[in-house]
């Protein structure tokens, strides 16, 4: 009994323990777009964040244009983490944190947190726990959310948008 009392402490100790600091689970990127005003890159990352989130009335916290700032809320699937961390199922959360000004933004992914699932829907893991945890995260899953945004931001063209 006490070999089971010790084992449950320890594991509850090391599940609990191994998230990061919330200041350390943060990526700050500021992004150049030459030529777009403040007011046209805040509207043009709205129109991105409402395309790409699933319930953007619920997902934005604050639309700020008077600031050029959006605040988001955001969950997406990174399968990309999943042989990284050696699990079933990855889903990363973290806040967006956009900011305008004229011929840039800095765009902040803050509280970023993951985690992995078995088959069974029993948590696994959370993270990040270290900075190789971030920069992995960075690196195989917002790369694509920061890519994305800066193409809308940016006002780049598709062959599709002479309709």
Known sequence: MKA???????AITLH???????EKRQVRNVI???GVKAGDAYDRALV???KS???????V????KPNGRIVANMTLQCPELTNAMDSWAQNVSFTAD????DDRYRLTFEQIYWEARSHTGNTLM???????????????CLASVRDSLRASVSGSKKADDNF
Request: charged share 25%; with cysteine; hydrophobic share 50%.
């Open 98 to 101: 956009f900011q305008a000004k």
């Open 4 to 10: 089971i009392y010790l084992f449950l402490i320890a």
């Open 48 to 50: 991105w964040f409402a």
């Open 32 to 34: 150049e777009v030459k």
């Open 16 to 22: 609990c323990a191994s998230l990061a600091p919330v």
């Open 61 to 64: 916290q604050i639309r700020d």
């Open 53 to 59: 989130l699933v319930n953007a009335n619920w997902a």
């Open 126 to 140: 959370r993270g990040p726990s270290d900075d190789e945890d971030l920069a992995k995260i960075d690196a195989k």
